[in-house]
């Protein structure tokens, strides 16, 4: 025997029938924090962000580095294993 029961409701009423807490009181905080973080932050961040973007050009060129290098060495050696094939 199954049995289906639809029940419309709002979410309100649904976190009141289900007690379960209203999570916006703890979002307004967390947003008023975050947003209080980052403007406290925003005179330094031209600086900083220059300077990891530098860094991250470094971490790009060693990968690209990387990469290619066995692709490189890789293509060589298949040319040798040709060439000694014939």
């Given at each position: 025997?199954?049995f289906?029961?639809?029940?419309e409701?709002s979410?309100?009423e649904?976190?009141?029938?289900?007690?379960?807490?209203?999570?916006?009181?703890?979002?307004?905080?967390?947003?008023k924090?975050?947003?209080?973080?980052?403007?406290?932050?925003?005179?330094?961040m031209?600086?900083?962000?220059?300077e990891?973007m530098?860094?991250?050009q470094?971490v790009?060129?060693?990968?690209?580095?990387?990469?290619m290098?066995?692709?490189?060495?890789?293509?060589?050696?298949?040319?040798?294993?040709?060439?000694?094939?014939?």
């Amino acid at each position: 025997m199954k049995f289906t029961i639809n029940i419309e409701c709002s979410p309100e009423e649904a976190r009141e029938f289900l007690a379960i807490p209203d999570p916006e009181k703890v979002q307004e905080m967390m947003m008023k924090a975050m947003t209080d973080n980052m403007q406290g932050h925003m005179p330094e961040m031209p600086d900083n962000f220059a300077e990891s973007m530098k860094h991250w050009q470094n971490v790009q060129q060693m990968f690209l580095k990387q990469m290619m290098t066995p692709m490189g060495s890789s293509s060589a050696s298949s040319k040798d294993k040709k060439s000694d094939d014939k």
